[in-house]
């Protein structure tokens, strides 16, 4: 069983900063990516960013791309996820999620067997 820790999220003014973190214990032999999804009130949850196990691939929604940056520490078992240039629409609850989807299915929150609890990020005006 693979247990997902997120930290990081707080309160942040528009056009600043924050940087989450992802630590991963337990059976994590055999999975292929670690993602970014977030959630909105009253919205579906989204992708965000993607990276693959060995930290060598990754993939960003266009909504965040040049704008948040994802990596993956092997070592430590964490991904974190660098949020710059913050806007209001950033504003969500944020998890990570790992699982073994194939390519296609990497965007769909549907491919992951494991979450974390999420991370509230707030960006205010």
């Known amino acids: 069983q693979v247990q997902l820790v997120e930290s990081g999220g707080g309160l942040v003014q528009t056009g600043g900063s924050l940087r989450l973190s992802c630590a991963a214990s337990?059976?994590?032999?055999?999975?292929?990516?670690v993602a970014w999804f977030r959630q909105a009130p009253g919205q579906e949850r989204e992708f965000v960013a993607v990276i693959s196990w060995t930290g060598y691939n990754t993939a960003y929604a266009d909504s965040v791309k040049g704008r948040f940056t994802i990596s993956r520490d092997r070592n430590r078992e964490t991904s974190d996820l660098q949020m710059n240039s913050l806007k209001i629409e950033d504003t969500g609850v944020y998890y990570c999620?790992?699982?073994?989807?194939?390519?296609?299915?990497?965007?769909?929150?549907?491919?992951?067997?494991?979450w974390g609890q999420g991370t509230q990020v707030t960006v205010s005006s």
């Open positions: 337990g059976g994590t032999s055999g999975m292929r990516v």
């Open positions: 999620a790992v699982g073994r989807p194939i390519l296609s299915s990497q965007r769909q929150s549907s491919a992951y067997i494991y």
